[in-house]
């Protein structure tokens, strides 16, 4: 299963660095991705990164901001989140799915999920 970690509370510009740790698996399928979840707001596509040649892909609300990455040999996945915002407020989960050959934005495409990070930006 995944595993993530960092969330917390910080004030509006500030920093927060997620983790999402593999366990019982090896995390090296093509795709592996971040959304997140605001109150009463659907899923939403945040980072994504392709194990295969390393490109990553960002939410257009994010681009600038956040930056995905990945260290093999620790068996995860990070979401850097630099100058935050109030709106960036979510449960953050990463997600993989061995089946996906290319990168999907839509959390119906992806099976395997963390149980989430809380980020709270205050204003």
């Known amino acids: 299963h995944l595993v993530e970690s960092g969330g917390g509370l910080v004030q509006s510009g500030g920093s927060l660095k997620l983790s999402c740790a593999a366990s019982g698996f090896t995390l090296d399928y093509y795709v592996e991705g971040w959304f997140r979840q605001a109150p009463g707001k659907e899923r939403e596509g945040v980072s994504f990164?392709?194990?295969?040649?390393?490109?990553?892909y960002y939410a257009d609300s994010v681009k600038g901001r956040f930056t995905i990455s990945r260290d093999q040999a620790k068996n995860t996945v990070y979401l850097q989140m630099n100058n935050l915002k109030p709106e960036d407020t979510a449960v953050y989960y990463c997600?993989?799915?061995?089946?996906?050959?290319?990168?999907?934005?839509?959390?119906?495409?992806?099976?395997?999920w963390g149980q989430g990070a809380q980020v709270t930006v205050s204003s």
């Open positions: 997600a993989t799915d061995p089946r996906l050959r290319y990168v999907s934005f839509d959390a119906d495409d992806y099976d395997y």
């Open positions: 990164i392709m194990n295969s040649d390393g490109s990553t």
